[in-house]
């Protein structure tokens, strides 16, 4: 799944020109769900940056340990508490990297999953809105994830889908068809993603140090093919 998170500092105005941005990146080495993090969405037509809670947290929702932070997108049009969001309310997530464990015989090896050229990703997510009171309300958000391919598969079953930058307008516009916006939801290309193992210091989300990021070892990729 998508249980921790890894954001750097990123030029987000470079990757989408047209963003307004209202508040500062949220950034981490080790960033874990039931805490803020920054999205992207439209409104008014115009391509935002605010904060939402990793979580999402419908306004019927009693019990906060149960908003889920990642959505399978095999079920957005199934549960209602996915639905009306997937229609309405998509979002994305600037990150470097995804924290995955690959399961070993007596513990979890972490890895870190990003790009191969470490560049920024774009990871879909739905969002939606509780008001507390009719001036004030709380953003919440979740991952959406999709089955991994071939290269990652042996440390993940799923990891949280990636827009491209080009179509991440598509992807965020309520006037984007379902059936457009579900398209985008497959796993990233083979030769994007690359993963290399990291400390176990990551394992503890009160570890906010660089070093929780810092490869221990080679990353795994597809190699280059080669000109014939």
Known sequence: ????????????????????????LTTGTN???????????????????VNAFWGLTPPW???LDNAPHCARAEALTDRPMFREAFGARRCLVPASGV??????????????VTRTDRGPLLLAGLWCRFHTTLSEYNDSMALITVPTGPLLAPLTDRLPAMIAPGDARRWLDPQTPLVEAQALLTP???????????????????????ACARPTGPMLRDPVPQEP
């Open 61 to 63: 929702l009693k019990v």
């Open 31 to 49: 960033l874990a769900p039931r805490r803020p993090l920054s999205i992207l969405r439209l409104e008014g037509g115009r391509l935002r940056l």
């Open 188 to 210: 990233a290309p083979r030769e994007l993603l690359g993963a290399f193992p990291v400390s176990r210091r990551v394992n503890d989300p009160a570890n906010q140090d660089p």
């Open 99 to 112: 924290y995955v464990w690959k399961p070993q015989p007596r513990s979890k090896q972490p890895f870190l």
């Open 1 to 24: 799944m998508a249980g921790r998170l890894y954001i750097a500092p990123l030029d987000l105005e470079r990757l989408l020109p047209d963003l307004v941005a209202e508040t500062t």
